[in-house]
């Protein structure tokens, strides 16, 4: 058999940071544990597994090597300082909140040239909830977010999001952009509304952060992507029926817009023109018929499908849809694929 070979550490702490600079980061961990592993008092190599670890604990690891070489390491000191704070507010159902401008530790760097140096382990707050982790993220550990420019069906497929934490910053967001607007404060309302699954809502805010920025070309794929996509209204008295509908449009591929009752109905359906409409029968107000009725009867909605919603499958209440207009009738509870067979069928 024949016998590995060897490679000093200071040549497999290069081919690290190639690694990591090109993004293989499995790689580069993998040769990082084997240089701590043959010199575990390598400072540097261990604030480098800090830098690239997969998880808070294995990161607080390294820090803790790191601090036991040098105690009077600062990089090691701020990190884990920041990290226990964030376990702390954790265990308090507290978020915690970014260090104060001009406090914060450098951000984590990739030598492009030269000596390799150390990572600057830093703080990042999250753009949409300000929760704050060691090192910047795509998806933020907090409210669960995506918080980056992607494709529709990333924020779409993204489960489990902290609604509380986004209905939070949609309402600071939009104080925000009333107080002092910018493409900034726009992107991330949209990036709110599409990790919520309402990205008609998102819609808006990408237009005018990309009318501030037409430089973005991420930016422009985004919005357009967003603007091809049908849209469909779903009107229900029911916030669970509504939440269920809309994510079902959206991994479906429609942008989709909810309303609670029919006079907020009417006056969406006026301003959005929506390709299709799902209403519900039985609201408190107007009820479903009347809704469908005024669509029929307004110059500008009267073409536009309306699919009935009914917890009842009677032969009475068909009839009484379709004398008010209604293209078609669902009966609830509904499985998806009864959902989307209307939404193509109608919307098309």
Known sequence: MAEATWVSPQVAFSEAIAAAKLGQLALARRLLNDIVAREPKNERAWLWVAGLAEDKAAAQEALNHVLDINPRNQQAINALALSRLQESAVRNQLRPAPPPRGQEPAMPSL?????????????????????????????????????????????????????ELLLDAARRLDEKARQADSAETRLNLALVFLNLNRS?????????????????????????SLAARKLVMAVDDSLTVRKIVSITLERLGYRALTAKEGTEALAMAAEAHPDLILLDIT?????????????????????????MLSGKDGFFDKVKGRLAGATDYITKPFQEATLAEAVRKYSA
């Open 111 to 163: 030598p492009a040239h030269g000596q390799p140096t150390a990572p600057q382990l830093t703080s990042w707050s999250c753009p949409l909830c300000s929760s704050a982790a060691v090192f910047p993220m795509r998806k933020c550990p907090s409210c669960k977010a995506i918080v980056g420019v992607g494709v529709l069906e990333d924020y779409a497929a993204n489960k489990g999001v902290n609604e």
């Open 200 to 224: 008609a809502e998102a819609l808006p805010h990408l237009r005018k952060a990309l009318s501030m920025n037409g430089n973005n070309p991420m930016l422009a794929r985004l919005a357009e």
């Open 283 to 307: 609201m408190p107000g107007m009820d479903g018929y009347q809704v469908c009725k005024a669509i029929k009867q307004h110059p500008l909605l009267k073409k536009i499908p309306v699919v």
